[in-house]
């Protein structure tokens, strides 16, 4: 399974969304709006998921979710987008 996911930072990037691998274990653990730790550019991220399973084809290489941190309720979610669009964030 593959997700796609909005860093936590001040995203200077022209893509806003990435797409990470799910290993085994937090398959059924994670959903839109669960908080994750992932590796970018070498480094650690948070980043909030917003898109589960995402298809790729099999030759793109992606990192692994490195751990799941927290899983915000939908009010949760719903209120960073209204946040990230009010004041044109990520």
Do not use: C, H, W
């Not at 917003?50 to 692994?64: A, P, R």
């Not at 987008?81 to 009010?86: D, T």
């Amino acid at each position: 399974m593959y997700i796609n996911v909005e860093l936590i930072y001040n995203n200077t990037y022209k893509f806003v969304q990435f797409t990470y691998k799910v290993p085994n274990e937090f398959i059924n653990k994670i959903s839109i709006g669960s908080i994750v730790e992932v590796i970018f550019r070498n480094k650690k991220y948070n980043a909030v998921v917003v898109q589960t399973n995402v298809e790729l084809s099999n030759d793109i290489k992606t990192n692994e979710v490195r751990k799941i941190l927290y899983n915000l309720s939908k009010k949760q979610y719903d209120f960073i987008k209204f946040l990230a669009i009010s004041n044109y964030l990520n």
